[in-house]
């Protein structure tokens, strides 16, 4: 069964970003795959620079769209493409397709309609019985 992380930050998108850096890096150092759902094309174009520029010492293969792997990009919750380890969602919504992968992560910032989705989210999995897990990063990560 899929199990599902949320984490807390208190920063805005920016800090959102900085933590999926933080958590592909951790994927690729585990031999994971990783697809990042992000909101629209502009956030997915921020994240694809800020991995190249992640660590200069670290290499972060990834890419924009569903067919790239071990790390991918996307806006388009209608195509996970052969990804199945691990999903990072930033958008609100959870995608139909998100009990595919082994693992879920939900990110959170302070946006108030944002946070709602998140909160919509948890309530979803919880009542289906997935495992969750909470981290509140809110000192760890901040603007």
Request: aromatic share 12%.
């Amino acid at each position: 069964m899929t199990s599902v992380s949320f984490y807390k930050l208190s920063g805005d998108l920016q800090v959102a970003l900085a933590l999926v850096c933080q958590l592909t890096q951790k994927a690729i150092n585990a031999n994971q795959q990783v697809l990042c759902l992000v909101p629209d094309s502009g956030t997915a174009e921020q994240l694809d620079k800020l991995l190249w520029n992640f660590q200069a010492s670290a290499f972060v293969p990834h890419g924009l769209g569903t067919e790239h792997l071990p790390i991918a990009i996307s806006a388009n919750s209608s195509d996970p493409g052969e990804h199945h380890g691990i999903l990072i969602n930033l958008q609100g919504a959870i995608p139909t397709w998100f009990s595919r992968f082994e693992r879920v992560m939900e990110v959170i910032y302070p946006e108030p309609a944002y946070e709602q989705a998140k909160r919509d989210n948890f309530k979803f999995y919880k009542e289906r019985g997935y495992p969750l897990s909470f981290h509140d990063l809110t000192e760890k990560f901040k603007p």
